[in-house]
């Protein structure tokens, strides 16, 4: 069975200090990794897909990274307007099931 | 820019009563998903089709859920009988294929009292 495991649940930073937020997973061969932003009461908002360990994806203030057991979502200098629940999630070979984390929330305190 | 939609935004229903949500994914899109959320967690797949098939239902209580997407286009998704452990967030998402990024609608809040 996949597993998707976010940490930490909850992060404070100060606006402009940078930190990343934690995906491990385990599958059953990994077909890709994605990154979510969900704002409270929406929809998750798709920011990254990872295909491949080592593969990198940069949008404004975020950086996601891929190894082969976890992946890293980098927040440089990040703002109030960052403040949002960030969702890892994975997609297998075998039943093209997408699985998701918990989730980590990031509150940016001006 | 292309949306999934659903309706209704919210839903407020007595227990034991009927309610059922809908879905529009983006035009050419294969692959649908439902996924039921409870606050402060992560989202959870109830059923993924791939056109009109079903291809996974395994997390779906089969008792009091269904689903169908006739013709391969839009989905509904019923509760019969509602529980009060329903409440949750009910959202769909589609994706051009099974292999690619899905995209979500804004969800349906279902509250049942």
């Known amino acids: 069975e996949d597993q998707v495991t976010q940490s930490p649940e909850a992060l404070r930073l100060q606006e402009g200090e940078s930190s990343s937020l934690n995906c491990s997973y385990t599958?059953?061969?990994?077909?890709?990794l994605f990154w979510y932003r969900q704002d409270p009461g929406k929809g998750p908002e798709f920011l990254f897909t990872?295909?491949?360990a080592g593969e990198e994806k940069e949008k404004e203030r975020l950086k996601a990274t891929l190894t082969k057991k976890e992946s890293f979502l980098h927040i440089t200098a990040p703002k109030p307007e960052d403040s949002a629940t960030y969702l890892c999630a994975v997609l297998n070979n075998a039943g093209n099931m997408l699985t998701f984390g918990g989730g980590t929330r990031l509150m940016v305190k001006p | 820019e292309a949306e999934v939609a659903q309706s209704p935004r919210y839903k407020i229903t007595e227990k034991s009563q009927a309610v059922a949500f809908w879905c529009d994914p983006i035009?050419?899109?294969?692959?649908l998903y439902w996924y039921r959320q409870i606050l402060g967690q992560g989202p959870e797949l109830l059923v993924q089709?791939?056109?009109?098939?079903?291809?996974?239902d395994s997390q779906l209580p089969k008792d009091r859920f269904s689903a169908e997407r006739l013709k391969g286009v839009d989905s509904t998704l019923k509760i019969q009988p509602a529980e009060l452990g329903d409440s949750a967030m009910y959202l769909c998402?589609?994706?051009?294929?099974?292999?690619?990024?899905?995209?979500f609608g804004q969800g349906t809040r279902l509250t049942v009292v």
């Open positions: 599958v059953s061969g990994l077909r890709g």
């Open positions: 998402a589609s994706s051009f294929t099974e292999n690619t990024e899905a995209f």
């Open positions: 035009s050419g899109h294969a692959t």
């Open positions: 990872l295909y491949s």
């Open positions: 089709f791939q056109d009109e098939s079903v291809v996974d």
